[in-house]
């Protein structure tokens, strides 16, 4: 008998057969932790991270969730088409319902006609092109800029924050030698000449009168460019229609010089020159009196021609200001100088400061004949009539409103277009100003005014000072294909000047 296997021992295995080897330690448990993640990864988790009993034990198929996405998606489009549709049909069939405050948003004016003007000048501030500044510090101050504080309230009709106020983003300081000034220089004269006024019915003379220096010219055009100078941070410079966008961009307010009235040249083209060199840019031919280049419309009807408009010089003057690109300003001419200045000029012309003879029947307003040679069509010459707020010159005594003063804009609007009319306000000029335009700060209740008169953005940012830049672009264009075709300047001398040789004189009247 075989003795039995001891204990412990293993059962032989069949002949052949290869024997496993039970798998180690290792390998057991990563295999317990595979299956554990399988079953986790099918398992729908609760909030508190367990199982939950209905989850599937397997993960459903991908095309299931496929499905779902694009219905979603679906949805949110049909949602968001649904929303533009109606916001469309909602913007362009009832604007008006539109509140004010996304009026913007939309390229819209705000209902409101107060905040849309506002919105308008906020975009194209006001560029008024004729403010009497420099004769006021004269005047007050003996050009003492030190004694003058713009920073706050001040004298007259224009100081810093009301300029603000305003939404002014530039202006022509004005050079200006009064008429009555000189007037007073020479007593005797004026009050010869006044009382043969009488012996004519009334009618005013032409008073002939030149400057002896130009040193009053000068000093403004000093207090002027000092003023300026005072506050870089609000003012700054303009020589051209470039440096006034700069500016405006800088959030600064253009400044730019002019001088009213020829009589300051003091008959010399020369002069003008050197005017232009100083930062001149526009000079009105004229003022309250006749002078060697052009007739005045004076102040009241019955001036007695001159020269039956411009003389010959005045024609060299202007040939002169197209040359350099001094602006030629037609406010204070007599209609045959408006008119005949019109048809000669290469360039665009301005008139710096005139209203509507229409509207309002005085002598310095622009009549409806002279209106209708404006603009860009065959015997037109394009330019801007800046309307002035002056109340005598925009309606009866004591009828001066801003309502008038829109009158006077349709009405050059209506004859010669809204793309020539402007605003020169006249302002530390005048001794009284219109109803609800007292200063600079109220430019916006004439936008308002005239945008509940149906004037929209374009025409109204046009108003404000985007014609007076077209204006002034042109006479730069002009002024350039003069000098790119070598046009010398103007040598011309007035012939009754009594400080050039007797011979230089015979020989000037000869030519002329």
């Known amino acids: 008998m075989s003795s039995p296997p001891s204990q412990g021992s293993r059962a032989p295995s069949p002949e052949g057969q290869q024997r496993s080897e039970p798998p180690n330690r290792e390998a057991l448990n990563q295999m317990i932790l595979g299956l554990g993640k399988t079953y986790l990864s099918t398992q729908?988790?609760?909030?508190?991270?367990?199982?939950?009993?209905?989850?599937?034990?397997?993960?459903?198929?991908?095309?299931?969730?496929?499905?779902?996405?694009?219905?979603?998606?679906?949805?949110?489009?049909?949602?968001?088409?649904?929303?533009?549709?109606?916001?469309?049909?909602?913007?362009?069939?009832?604007?008006?319902?539109?509140?004010?405050?996304?009026?913007?948003?939309?390229?819209?004016?705000?209902?409101?006609?107060?905040?849309?003007?506002?919105?308008?000048?906020?975009?194209?501030?006001?560029?008024?092109?004729?403010?009497?500044?420099?004769?006021?510090?004269?005047?007050?101050?003996?050009?003492?800029?030190?004694?003058?504080?713009?920073?706050?309230?001040?004298?007259?009709?224009?100081?810093?924050?009301?300029?603000?106020?305003?939404?002014?983003?530039?202006?022509?300081?004005?050079?200006?030698?009064?008429?009555?000034?000189?007037?007073?220089?020479?007593?005797?004269?004026?009050?010869?000449?006044?009382?043969?006024?009488?012996?004519?019915?009334?009618?005013?003379?032409?008073?002939?009168?030149?400057?002896?220096?130009?040193?009053?010219?000068?000093?403004?055009?000093?207090?002027?460019?000092?003023?300026?100078?005072?506050?870089?941070?609000?003012?700054?410079?303009?020589?051209?229609?470039?440096?006034?966008?700069?500016?405006?961009?800088?959030?600064?307010?253009?400044?730019?010089?002019?001088?009213?009235?020829?009589?300051?040249?003091?008959?010399?083209?020369?002069?003008?020159?050197?005017?232009?060199?100083?930062?001149?840019?526009y000079v009105t031919l004229t003022h309250t009196c006749h002078n060697a280049f052009a007739d005045s419309c004076g102040m009241a009807p019955g001036m007695i021609p001159l020269h039956g408009g411009l003389s010959a010089i005045g024609l060299r003057l202007i040939d002169e200001m197209n040359r350099l690109g001094v602006l030629v300003d037609l406010s204070h001419t007599s209609d045959a100088t408006a008119t005949q200045a019109l048809k000669y000029s290469k360039a665009p012309v301005i008139w710096s400061h005139s209203s509507a003879r229409a509207v309002h029947d005085v002598p310095r307003n622009v009549p409806d004949d002279i209106l209708a040679l404006i603009g860009t069509g065959e015997g037109q010459t394009d330019a801007v009539v800046m309307v002035n707020f002056a109340p005598f010159f925009v309606a009866d005594p004591g009828n001066a409103t801003v309502y008038t003063v829109a009158d006077h804009v349709e009405h050059i609007a209506k004859v010669a277009g809204k793309n020539h009319v402007g605003l020169g306000s006249d302002y530390d000029g005048i001794d009284s100003t219109p109803i609800g335009l007292e200063d600079v700060s109220k430019y916006p209740a004439l936008f308002a005014e005239l945008y509940t008169r149906g004037w929209n953005k374009h025409e109204l940012a046009g108003l404000a000072g985007a014609n007076l830049l077209r204006v002034f672009e042109g006479a730069e264009k002009v002024s350039k294909n003069l000098r790119v075709a070598n046009t010398p300047p103007v040598f011309d001398i007035y012939h009754k000047r009594q400080d050039m040789p007797l011979r230089l004189r015979r020989l000037q009247a000869f030519l002329q």
């Open 44 to 281: 729908r988790i609760t909030a508190d991270g367990a199982a939950d009993e209905s989850s599937p034990l397997l993960p459903q198929p991908a095309a299931t969730r496929a499905e779902k996405i694009p219905k979603t998606r679906a949805a949110v489009w049909t949602v968001l088409t649904t929303v533009f549709a109606v916001s469309l049909v909602f913007l362009l069939g009832f604007p008006q319902l539109l509140p004010d405050a996304l009026a913007p948003l939309v390229g819209r004016l705000p209902k409101d006609p107060m905040r849309a003007a506002l919105l308008v000048l906020d975009n194209a501030p006001v560029i008024d092109g004729h403010i009497d500044l420099p004769i006021l510090l004269r005047s007050a101050f003996a050009n003492n800029v030190s004694s003058v504080d713009l920073s706050k309230e001040f004298v007259g009709h224009v100081d810093i924050p009301r300029l603000r106020q305003g939404k002014v983003g530039g202006f022509f300081w004005y050079a200006r030698r009064v008429p009555f000034t000189l007037l007073a220089e020479f007593p005797q004269v004026c009050l010869r000449r006044l009382r043969k006024a009488r012996t004519r019915g009334g009618r005013f003379p032409y008073f002939h009168l030149a400057c002896p220096d130009n040193s009053d010219t000068l000093e403004q055009i000093d207090v002027a460019r000092l003023t300026i100078d005072k506050y870089p941070d609000v003012f700054q410079v303009a020589l051209g229609s470039e440096d006034i966008k700069d500016a405006i961009g800088k959030g600064k307010i253009a400044s730019l010089l002019g001088v009213e009235g020829g009589h300051q040249l003091g008959n010399s083209i020369a002069v003008l020159r050197q005017y232009h060199s100083l930062g001149v840019r």
